[in-house]
């Protein structure tokens, strides 16, 4: 794609469980054009790894994670 800055090897495969599949296939139910739904599950497949959830992953990230409040203090919440 040259919009985007491809940054995976072409050449790994990859693998999905049967109901990764599964689950992937029933997303584009609703595409009629058979090349675009063609299209749609090979970017679901080659970005597999962004929606696996039977890893835990955790950000690592420099960004210090500040919600500006101008004068005003933080608002507060008790978790449910």
Same mark, same amino acid.
């Given at each position: $794609?040259?919009?985007? #800055? $491809?940054? &995976?090897? #072409? $050449?790994?495969? @990859? =693998? /999905?469980? %049967?109901?990764?599949? !599964?689950? &992937? #296939?029933? /997303?584009?139910?609703?595409?009629?054009? !058979? !090349?675009? =739904?063609?299209? /749609?599950?090979?970017? =679901? @497949?080659?970005?597999?790894? /962004? &929606?696996?959830?039977?890893?835990?992953?955790?950000?690592?990230?420099?960004? %210090?994670?500040?919600?500006?409040?101008?004068? #005003?203090? %933080?608002?507060?919440?008790?978790?449910?």
């Amino acid at each position: $794609d040259p919009y985007t #800055n $491809d940054k &995976f090897d #072409n $050449d790994k495969s @990859i =693998l /999905l469980s %049967p109901s990764g599949e !599964q689950h &992937f #296939n029933s /997303l584009g139910t609703h595409i009629k054009c !058979q !090349q675009q =739904l063609a299209e /749609l599950k090979a970017v =679901l @497949i080659k970005h597999s790894s /962004l &929606f696996d959830t039977s890893k835990t992953t955790i950000a690592e990230t420099s960004t %210090p994670h500040v919600i500006c409040t101008g004068d #005003n203090p %933080p608002t507060t919440s008790r978790s449910y």
